[in-house]
């Protein structure tokens, strides 16, 4: 009887292993609907290749640094602490060139100290791109294409309209990133996928698929958050108009 629960028992426990072992890599690559927030550093370099550059600032200093991957270890000694290094890339997409910059969050997964994108910044340098057509170079912004909400606003002591697309998928590596690094208010519970987008100069007022957009900033947001700041900035429901 004995060696039978044996024979029964060390199948059932390696199976139980292999379980465990493959929902870990699944937690370590887990990400939002856009591919990236959610990646660890390491992710992202083996997606994009080799960073053009690295950045990091110290606080309370506020002393800012970049330089190339190969000075990595020259920039951290200029600092007096365990800094986040964060990448840089120039990414040729569709033909146009456009700058990736990718901001990390120390964060723990499978009981490890990673480094964590929890925002990211896109700017088109070739020029201003139509809102209509943003997802032509940035794939990445497919979910604003949804039923997400759009909150329009003017940019304070600036001439800039930000669009802020919030879509709808609230999950838990949503929720996490936004308590961890947006906001600590524990009464944010609706943080999910959402877009800034910096348009031109000079926009009118009416948004549409036709206003020129200079920089998208993709990370987590939600209705209650935006709330907050509302009145500082003039914020207002509007239709999403790439629908």
């Known amino acids: 009887m004995r060696s039978k629960l044996i024979s029964v028992t060390l199948p059932f426990m390696c199976l139980l292993g292999i379980g465990l072992f493959v929902n870990n890599n699944l937690s370590a690559k887990e990400t939002l609907e856009d591919g990236i927030i959610g990646l660890t550093k390491a992710e992202v370099n083996e ?119 919030v879509t709808p998928e609230i999950n838990e590596l949503s929720k996490h990133i936004g308590s961890r690094f947006v906001d600590l208010d524990k009464d944010i519970k609706d943080w999910s996928l959402s877009y800034d987008v910096i348009l031109c100069d000079n926009e009118p007022e009416k948004v549409s698929a036709n206003s020129m957009v200079k920089e998208v900033i993709v990370s987590v947001d939600g209705e209650y958050r935006i709330g907050k700041t509302a009145h500082a900035f003039g914020t207002k429901l509007i239709a999403n108009p790439l629908q």
């Open 47 to 165: 997606k994009f290749g080799k960073p053009t550059y690295l950045y990091c600032e110290e606080e309370p200093f506020r002393r800012y640094a970049m330089v190339t991957p190969e000075e990595e270890s020259i920039l951290r000694a200029q600092f007096l602490y365990d800094v986040s290094v964060h990448d840089f890339y120039y990414l040729k997409r569709n033909g146009s060139n456009c700058e990736f910059r990718f901001y990390y969050g120390e964060d723990t997964i499978d009981g490890q100290k990673v480094w964590r994108v929890k925002e990211y910044f896109i700017k088109f340098l070739d020029g201003p791109v139509s809102l209509g057509k943003v997802v032509d170079l940035v794939p990445e912004f497919k979910p604003a294409y949804g039923k997400a909400k759009v909150y329009q606003e003017r940019l304070i002591n600036l001439n800039n309209i930000r669009l802020t697309f």
